[in-house]
């Protein structure tokens, strides 16, 4: 409809440095529900181990690791 490509727009964003994390609270700050419901989706961003997820997500959009 306006040309968006979230795939796109997200390889644009972390080529930039910004980390899943931010994402997740970005989506969190701008979610439309009640607060009690914003405290539940940051809990979970709290325990969530981001730092595990960010190797996946730059092999999906860098190509598998040319390391070994």
């Known amino acids: 409809m306006f040309d968006t490509e979230l795939t796109r727009d997200y390889e644009a964003a972390t080529s930039l440095g910004l980390s899943l994390r931010f994402f997740y609270e970005a989506g969190v700050a701008g979610a439309l529900c009640d607060e009690t419901t ?23 959009f860098n190509g598998p690791s040319r390391e070994g």
């Open 38 to 60: 914003k405290e539940r989706l940051r809990g979970i961003g709290g325990r969530y181990d981001w730092s595990a997820a960010e190797p996946a997500v730059q092999q999906t």
